[in-house]
């Protein structure tokens, strides 16, 4: 059954996404630096606005380096604290490869919870090499778009990478309606959305009707 992942900033999104039908939230801050650490407290508005699952960022710095990981160690241990289960984190080297260790240093505040490995892999320097070592970190999902570029440059990639499963592949990154039918032929069945379902743009909330033409696509 493919799902709908949407990015939700705050409770309002949240329960636009899930009056849409979207299957799972990504909780993020700051979209202005592609998503960073959400607080606590926008944690538990959301958790309490709505029954859907969410995936919390664990990222503190633009790019894909930690700023401080010993920070982002605190941080999840209070965001599971607080009630959270999933959560969404990657990185890369100097060399823009994946940086195993310190994904796992964070990864193992997280023992027992699912998690996506995020967009890194896309602005690494061999997404197939980074996908075999993606494989080994623990994760149960991949956030990619195939290239750096986006989805419209990395379907080819995708329809490989899907192929190359467990984890799941979650598309996202410039992900249009139009990509949907090709991504479902070719075993896609995760979706992940943030500015499309915002007429607005970043600076407007999520539109429960645009989430749910989008799940109507996935049927």
């Known amino acids: 059954m493919p799902i709908l992942e949407v990015i939700a900033l705050d409770a309002r999104d949240a329960e636009a ?53 010993k920070e982002l160690r605190r941080q999840a241990r209070d965001l599971r604290e607080a009630g959270a289960t999933e959560f969404v984190l990657g990185f890369l080297d100097a060399g823009n490869e ?11 505040e997280l023992e027992g919870a699912a998690w996506t490995f995020h967009r890194a892999l896309d602005n690494s320097n061999d997404v197939f090499r980074s996908w075999a070592v993606v494989q080994g970190l623990g994760c149960d999902t991949v956030l990619a778009a195939g290239s750096a570029k986006g989805v419209e440059d990395g379907l080819g990639n995708l329809k490989k990478l899907v192929a190359q499963a467990p984890p799941a592949l979650l598309v996202g990154g410039g992900l249009q309606q139009r990509h949907v039918a090709e ?5 896609v069945t995760g979706f992940h959305v943030g500015s499309a379902v915002r007429p607005g743009g970043w600076g407007g909330p999520v539109d429960s009707a645009s989430v749910r033409e989008w799940v109507d696509r996935l049927v």
């Open 183 to 187: 991504l479902l032929a070719a075993g």
């Open 17 to 69: 996404a899930q009056a849409g039908g979207a299957h799972r939230l990504e909780l993020v801050a700051d979209m202005a630096s592609d998503g960073l650490t959400p607080s606590i407290a926008t944690f538990r508005e959301v958790r309490g606005a709505v029954d859907l699952p969410i995936r919390v960022m664990l990222r503190d710095a633009a790019g894909f380096a930690p700023g401080n990981l």
């Open 98 to 108: 994946i940086d195993e260790g310190v994904t796992l240093n964070l990864a193992a």
